[in-house]
């Protein structure tokens, strides 16, 4: 099966109102790293000519970087005309599109609303629209050593695999319904009420963990034809169990999209492809 990638971005933001870039840290953040390596098989850090943010920085980039897990990726901007905050924009847009688009992967983009800041958006003149679902899904506790957590990940690949083909699955079942919003509801609550009734079945451990989001890529083309990619245009929704979703929805289209049932419990079983994320809550300290 295709590899699940993932594109981060530095713990900085970009604003257009303001023309500011504001450095909230240097490099990525440890909750990013941690969700990348517990969820995905490689990550990208973008860079370019015109804003370069250092990386390997940190212990824990230099690990994933030695481990070929994360890459330092350069895109080159030629033009250096007009307003370059905008031009910077675009240029990390395009990177992005691309991204999303190759063929021989999965890709997905983290958090890019928390970096750029006040943007519409980036025109995709192609025919990929795209939905990205970001679905809450438990996480070790940010002490955790990324060495450990790469051996846990190796040691449970056959999990990990699973996971990834039951996501595959679900992301299938919503791209053929008739009803997709229905079909969206349905897996959220499938994903939701899975991962939490492992967690509770787990209760007893004295590990703590946190909450972070895996993204999933939704190429939902019926939807529209040639419509503009909105980065930045997050809807965050609260879940009543595993913390939230948020829906990055292209630019053209109503958020029709309503989440408001409740989410039913059910009992969970023992083969659910879930076990990887409840053996994250427990065996990582």
């Known amino acids: 099966m295709k590899d699940f990638g993932i594109i981060l971005f530095p713990d900085m933001q970009l604003d257009l109102a303001t023309k500011k870039v504001n450095h909230l840290s240097s490099g990525v953040c440890k909750k990013d790293l941690i969700s990348a390596v517990t969820y995905f098989d490689k990550a990208i850090f973008i860079n370019s000519n015109i804003l370069h943010v250092g990386i390997g920085e940190s212990k824990d980039e230099r690990i994933l970087l030695d481990e070929g897990f994360l890459t330092d990726h350069m895109h080159s ?151 503009a990619v909105t980065y930045g245009s997050l809807q965050a929704l609260s879940l009543p169990k595993t913390a939230e979703i948020a829906l990055t929805i292209g630019a053209g289209i109503q958020t029709a999209i309503q989440l408001n049932d409740s989410i039913s419990l059910r009992k969970i079983d023992k083969s659910s492809p879930f076990i990887y994320s409840a053996e994250i809550a427990t065996r990582l300290n």
């Open 77 to 227: 901007v030629d033009s250096f005309s007009g307003d370059m905050f905008t031009l910077i924009y675009e240029a990390t847009g395009d990177a992005i599109i691309t991204m999303l688009r190759e063929k021989g992967d999965s890709w997905v983009a983290k958090s890019t609303s928390d970096v750029f800041i006040n943007f519409k958006g980036v025109e995709d003149s192609g025919d990929g629209e795209r939905l990205t679902l970001i679905n809450a899904l438990p996480l070790p506790s940010q002490d955790v050593e990324i060495e450990d957590l790469l051996e846990f990940k190796l040691k449970r690949k056959d999990e990990h695999t699973r996971l990834k083909l039951a996501i595959n699955s679900i992301e299938l079942k919503v791209l053929t319904s008739e009803d997709k919003e229905i079909a969206l509801r349905q897996a959220i609550n499938e994903i939701d009420a899975s991962c939490y009734d492992l967690i509770r079945a787990y209760q007893s451990s004295p590990i703590k963990f946190d909450f972070g989001k895996m993204t999933f890529n939704f190429s939902i083309k019926e939807i529209s034809k040639n419509m």
